[in-house]
């Protein structure tokens, strides 16, 4: 089954006014109905270098494991979608790809990236995501940042030593406490959720959330909900006209219609194996 003309993507990387290249990647595949933004973060262009072999090692893993894998399905030990873990191992194997690359030469020694991964299956989605890029979800005029950044102002937050005002203040706020290809393992927040139609998700890079208040963003779409294109476009323009500190990076993601895994099959062959 093609998610193409099921979800409808558009995405944009912008280098900003003050880097003088682009280190985040952003890559998608309509069919699999998935999406991939990264920030690299390392000297001699190692964060693209590291951006880029995550993006395509995501990518191409998971081309590969869902042809494999029945929709919908679920892993009996853990409880998981099989898409899910699907992406949690996709993100790892990207870890061990940036890190062996980083080992291998000099120049790279030291190159990590975050990472968002977002995958419809199912009338559901799954996210995974290592640092400070974000998912957000955008149903019902509400905007809510769905992952929760690996950094440290959000560790600082969360035990209390900031108040949420003050980290926006912070000189450490992309400061990330995780990173992919930085070790040789790196941990994987993974969750899935159900899929509302009109929901528009959005994934972007600290060059978007340093730049701009959640407010803004909210406003943007509420503004351009008709046009994917136009609300990537704007977030652009805004953390331009905010700053354009660092390189700017929007995915936009709208499930159209209903994609529920025909699962007939798999009732089928539950019910044999129940009953053999
Ligand atoms: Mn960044």
């Known amino acids: 089954m093609t998610l193409k003309h099921k979800i409808e993507i558009f995405g944009l990387s912008d280098v900003g006014l003050v880097r003088d290249h682009n280190e985040d990647s952003i890559g998608n595949n309509q069919d699999l109905g998935l999406v991939v933004l990264a920030d690299g973060m390392g000297g001699h262009r190692g964060g693209e270098v590291a951006s880029a072999i995550t ?7 998971l081309a590969d494991t869902l042809k494999k894998t029945s929709p919908g399905g ?19 194997r990207a870890n061990a790809n ?30 995974a995501h290592v640092g400070d890029s974000r998912l957000y979800r955008y149903r019902d005029g509400e905007l ?9 102002t959000q560790e600082l ?13 912070s000189l450490n706020k992309n400061m990330v406490t995780r990173a992919v290809g930085i070790e040789e393992t790196v941990e994987v927040d993974v969750f899935d959720g159900v899929v509302h139609p009109g929901d528009i998700y959005l994934l972007c ?11 803004t963003i909210n406003k943007t779409i ?17 953390s331009n006209e905010s700053g354009g500190k660092d390189n700017i990076s929007a995915i936009l993601a709208r499930p159209l219609k209903p994609f529920l895994a025909n699962t007939n099959k798999n009732l089928f062959s539950r019910f044999f194996e129940l009953f053999s």
Request: hydrophobic share 35%; proline share 0%.
């Open 205 to 215: 890079s600290d060059g978007v959330t340093d730049m701009v208040k959640d407010g």
């Open 222 to 238: 509420t503004n351009n909900s008709e046009d994917l294109e136009e609300i990537a476009a704007e977030l652009i323009r805004v």
């Open 74 to 92: 679920i892993d009996e030990k853990s409880g998981h979608s099989l898409e899910s873990i699907a992406v949690h191992d996709a993100v790892t």
């Open 144 to 152: 809510e940042q769905i992952t929760r950044d690996h950094s440290l």
């Open 157 to 169: 937050v969360e035990r209390g030593f900031y108040t949420a005002e003050q980290a926006e203040q």
């Open 98 to 127: 940036v890190f062996n690359a980083s080992n291998e030469s000099s120049q790279y020694r030291g190159m990590g990236t975050t990472v968002v991964v977002l995958l419809f299956y199912d009338g559901r989605f799954t996210v």
């Open 55 to 61: 993006v395509n090692t995501i990518l191409d893993t």
